[in-house]
């Protein structure tokens, strides 16, 4: 019997991870810290979904859980009803063309030494073994669809702002049309009205390719501007979720309520 294809793009079934800090004794076992705590929620293709909460609060780990970066101390993370962490090795490389990543630091994530072409084709090459011809077209038609002309192409990182870094990094993670995009705080290292500029860049992404974004962020405002749904995180825990306009005009969670009266 042919298995059902699962209703959500991205989906974590009760996700736990625990981490190990430094021992502070010889004689005393290693404390643990519980960044998340038995995580479930879901993603349905076309309705980009907000992350929110403060620093601690698991965002960033659940992040690499919901890539495969990392393996769940307990549950699941499944990619269109298949457990990525189940998958043998070549199957989840090949999984990875539909989710890519953008990081929050477009500088530190941007390798200094490569012309801005080669940084954009990467994820392809890896994946598709394509000639340097076809990388170097991909990576210009990339770079196009962030508002960067073919100029840019044999330039290196230093050579752009911090706006420009950070659309050359969302170009990489384009490049193998993936179907989810993974953006960890990946505009709160930026200028209010560049911000705003990456933010409608993504949203035109979002309208136009039909990428689906797993948007993580501090702010609740700034992820009302790019995703439908919201959840509240804290101590590893979702606390809230909802319709990111429900929740902005009738927070259930006095710790929702803390986060928006934070907002400018």
């Not at 780990?61 to 890539?67: E, G, I, K, Y």
């Not at 170097?136 to 990339?142: L, P, T």
């Not at 192409?153 to 706006?163: Q, T």
Request: glycine letters at 6%; charged letters at 25%; proline letters at 6%.
């Amino acid at each position: 019997m042919t298995p059902r294809p699962s209703p959500f793009l991205l989906e974590l079934r009760d996700a736990a991870q625990t981490y190990r800090l430094p021992r502070a004794s010889l004689l005393r076992p290693p404390a643990e810290v519980h960044a998340l705590r038995g995580v479930s929620l879901q993603v349905t293709a076309g309705r980009s979904l907000g992350i929110v909460g403060e620093s601690g609060s698991g965002k960033s780990t659940l992040a690499r859980l919901a890539l495969a970066l990392e393996r769940p101390a307990r549950g699941q993370v499944l990619f269109e009803g298949r457990d990525l962490n189940a998958l043998p090795a070549r199957e989840l490389r090949a999984a990875r063309r539909d989710f890519q990543m953008v990081f929050q630091d477009p500088h530190g994530s941007l390798d200094p030494r490569r012309r801005i072409w080669r940084t954009v084709a990467e994820p392809a090459a890896a994946l598709e073994g394509a000639t340097r011809r076809q990388q170097r077209e991909r990576a210009a038609a990339m770079l196009h669809a962030v508002g960067l002309g073919a100029d840019a192409l044999d330039k290196y990182p230093h050579e752009f702002s911090g706006g420009q870094r950070q659309r050359i990094a969302i170009a990489r993670a384009l490049i193998t049309r993936p179907r989810l995009i993974v953006a960890d705080e990946a505009v709160s290292a930026l200028d209010v009205s560049v911000q705003a500029q990456v933010l409608n860049l993504m949203a035109d992404l979002r309208d136009e390719h039909g990428v689906t974004f797993l948007f993580i962020s501090h702010d609740l405002a700034v992820v009302s501007h790019l995703c439908a749904d919201v959840a509240v995180m804290k101590d590893g825990l979702i606390i809230e979720r909802g319709p990111v306009r429900q929740v902005l005009r009738a927070p259930q969670h006095d710790y929702t309520r803390a986060l928006l009266s934070a907002v400018p």
